[in-house]
């Protein structure tokens, strides 16, 4: 069963919504991913009970660009290497991001109840829930853009929005959508072919991008 759909507006001074194919520098997507808006939505309100889903992302703001260096390590931390130091000068690296400025979003979303629902739960209640958690401003950690770094504010968004320009009809190209973890198999990123349509990109629904991925490629 699913939920009536939320809009909530997320805004801030910086976003980098990283895309997959630049390995080494940081390039954000010129627009806020399925993947990074479902995160940002989890963080104010995530169950077992519920899975998200991204219907709309609005552009509030025109996309600007910023870059900038930052330093970075060049591993992860493992609790296999005990003697780790993010402070080697070895395991240290300087590089370049590439990622927006000034970005405001609503992100229109709502959840479906999974096979983890126990006997008390149902969509009201996890609806009442979020309504409550997003005016209240309560979150399970701190919201993000992209990185932890980039924090976002968040906020309910009007039922009227006005995003960018209406004439902005263009595409995105190959966006990254989520991953696939089903079967218990290693994780599968999924793709969709973006476009923004009078400043909204519309994302389609999970059983879509599977067939499409399934094929060979978004149609």
């Known amino acids: 069963m699913q939920s009536k759909r939320f809009k909530i507006r997320a805004f ?16 954000s997507y010129e627009v806020m991913t399925p993947s990074a808006a479902r995160g940002l939505v989890e963080a104010i309100l995530w169950k077992p009970a519920i899975r998200w889903h991204i219907h709309e992302i609005a552009v509030l703001n025109p996309v600007k660009w910023v870059s900038f260096r930052r330093n970075e390590v060049t591993d992860r931390a493992s609790p296999r ?27 229109t979303a709502s959840f ?4 983890r629902a126990g006997p008390d739960d149902n969509v009201v209640k996890f609806e009442q829930m979020f309504a409550r958690r997003l005016e209240k401003g309560q979150c399970f950690h701190a919201p993000s853009l992209g990185c ?8 309910p968004a009007p039922e009227a929005v006005t995003p960018i320009d209406a ?14 973890y089903r079967g218990g198999r290693a994780a599968r990123p999924l793709f969709f ?15 879509q991008v599977l067939r499409e991925n399934a094929a060979g490629g978004a149609a």
């Open 12 to 27: 801030g001074p910086m976003a980098c919504f990283t895309r997959p194919e630049m390995k080494v520098e940081r390039v």
């Open 81 to 107: 290497v005990l003697d780790y130091c993010a402070d080697e000068p070895s395991r240290r690296a300087q590089r370049n991001t590439v990622a927006l400025r000034d970005v405001d979003y609503v992100i």
């Open 112 to 115: 479906a109840m999974t096979e």
């Open 148 to 155: 932890r770094e980039l924090a976002a504010s968040v906020e």
């Open 167 to 180: 004439a902005v009809d263009r595409p995105l190209g190959m966006m990254f959508y989520d991953f696939d």
């Open 193 to 207: 072919e973006a476009r923004l349509s009078g400043g909204v990109l519309h994302v389609p629904g999970w059983e």
